[in-house]
């Protein structure tokens, strides 16, 4: 199994970006997906996740500029109005059974997002 991440960069307060995480490889479905982040100094947080059926979950004061979203083996996270203090590298955790009937989670190898002017 294998995590791709993309859409990390440099944007301006206030700006937006979308990341996208894609698993491939052999296995039997994916059940919940998340995105996760960890600023310098800082231990990783849960900024959003998703279940198999599509409910959410934010990160307190996160929800209304942050939507999280998944299609077929990919979940995105589009970032709105974008602050400084949402610089950190941003991590994607996916749940994914094997058709062995084992749950493992992977995580992609992170991408940068600097808010600065």
């Known amino acids: 199994v294998q995590l791709v991440e993309s859409g990390g960069g440099l944007v301006q307060p206030g700006g937006s970006l979308r990341l996208s995480c894609a698993a491939s490889g052999n296995f039997f479905r994916i059940s919940s997906m998340a995105w996760y982040r960890q600023a310098p100094g800082m231990q990783r947080e849960l900024v959003a996740a998703i279940t198999s059926g599509g409910n959410t979950d934010y990160a307190e004061g996160l929800k209304g500029r942050f939507t999280i979203f998944r299609d077929k083996n990919t979940v995105n996270l589009q970032m709105n109005s974008l602050k400084p203090e949402d610089t950190a590298v941003y991590y994607c955790?996916?749940?994914?059974?094997?058709?062995?009937?084992?749950?493992?989670?992977?995580w992609g190898q992170g991408t940068q997002v600097t808010v600065s002017s």
């Open positions: 955790n996916i749940e994914i059974w094997s058709y062995s009937g084992v749950a493992d989670n992977y």
